[in-house]
């Protein structure tokens, strides 16, 4: 089977390069683009069953490509960013240089954030659960970081050596056994550019 994972569209905060966390905005013009530009892919791929996170820009990305009664699962929420929520990134860049590197490699946790290896977990078990019960391909519309959580689980790809995923695409992950290893079988696919400047 495969796991199709979906990075939502672009945000107003994405645009401002604003870390959102649990916190949510609105899919800009942009990002309602990037979407409805995705629907055919996500149509093509035939997914057995369609699952979202229960965040808003998620909701508005899965009632896009035309399957707004999605159930919500909160396992696929982004990482918990703590106080660096609503941040920009440039400027945690330029204050916190080392600190931002070591976040994005996952050994650093801001106050009061959800630490890598906790995200991780939730996000490998909405993952199996979904898979145990599914026939067939598994589409989930969540965001960046659980995409990244989930190379790492299922690829033993750490966050550090992963480019940020660019809204509107999908990373493909092939499971030969349901159990076993999985495969990558492709990264930021769409029919957009990939933009690795892009903020979580």
Not at 102 to 125: D, H, L, Q
Not at 137 to 146: I, P, Q, S
Request: aromatic share 8%.
């Amino acid at each position: 089977m495969r796991l199709i994972l979906m990075r939502h569209g672009e945000t107003e905060w994405n645009a401002e390069q604003r870390l959102q966390g649990q916190d949510n905005s609105l899919l800009s013009e942009r990002g309602v683009a990037q979407v409805k530009q995705f629907r055919p892919y996500a149509k093509a791929l035939k997914p057995a069953r369609i699952i979202a996170s229960d965040l808003g820009r998620t909701r508005q990305t899965v009632a896009l490509i035309g399957h707004p009664d999605a159930p919500s699962d909160a396992r696929f929420r982004e990482l918990d960013m703590g106080a660096w929520t609503g941040k920009r990134k440039p400027d945690l860049i330029a204050a916190h240089p080392e600190d931002y590197v070591a976040w994005r490699a996952g050994t650093f946790t801001p106050e009061n954030g959800e630490t890598w290896g906790i995200f991780r977990k939730r996000v490998a078990e909405g993952v199996r659960d979904w898979m145990s019960r599914t026939d067939g391909d598994l589409l989930v519309v969540a965001h960046g970081g659980v995409i990244r959580a989930a190379c790492h689980e299922f690829l033993d790809l750490p966050p550090a050596r992963v480019v940020p995923v660019t809204p509107g695409t999908a990373t493909i992950l092939h499971f030969p056994e349901r159990n076993g290893a999985a495969q990558l079988e492709g990264y930021n696919i769409g029919s957009v550019a990939p933009d690795i400047s892009v903020a979580d």
